[in-house]
């Protein structure tokens, strides 16, 4: 049964930094690409970053120049860096991987990490 194990999150204070990692068990299959999600209270889940096993990344347009995502194939564990934090940076952040299996792609989600940023 494949786990998603998230940490890193917490309190941070406007413009500092934080590193979010998520690491993938329980399976010997491909990962296609592992991400993270946010969800705001009030608000509709949303992309931050993503990043695919040959290394191409997507970022949401809020984070967009002050986030970096990498991926560990080996170590099936995805990585987030956030930096110059701003309040509306507070939500809770999912990770979430996409593993291909005998033609089909799954997709499975971490129970959260709560990131509240505020002085």
């Known amino acids: 049964q494949v786990q998603l194990v998230e940490s890193g999150g917490g309190l941070v204070q406007p413009g500092g930094s934080l590193r979010l990692s998520c690491a993938a068990s329980?399976?010997?299959?491909?990962?296609?690409?592992m991400g993270w999600y946010r969800q705001a209270l009030g608000k509709a889940r949303e992309l931050v970053a993503s990043v695919t096993s040959g290394g191409d990344t997507n970022y949401g347009d809020s984070v967009k120049g002050r986030s970096t995502i990498s991926l560990d194939n080996a170590k099936n564990t995805v990585t987030l860096q956030m930096n110059r934090l701003k309040p509306e940076d507070t939500a809770v952040y999912f990770c979430k991987a996409i593993i291909g299996f005998r033609g089909y792609n799954y997709q499975y989600w971490g129970q959260g990490t709560q990131v509240t940023v505020s002085s």
């Open positions: 329980g399976t010997s299959d491909s990962i296609n690409s």
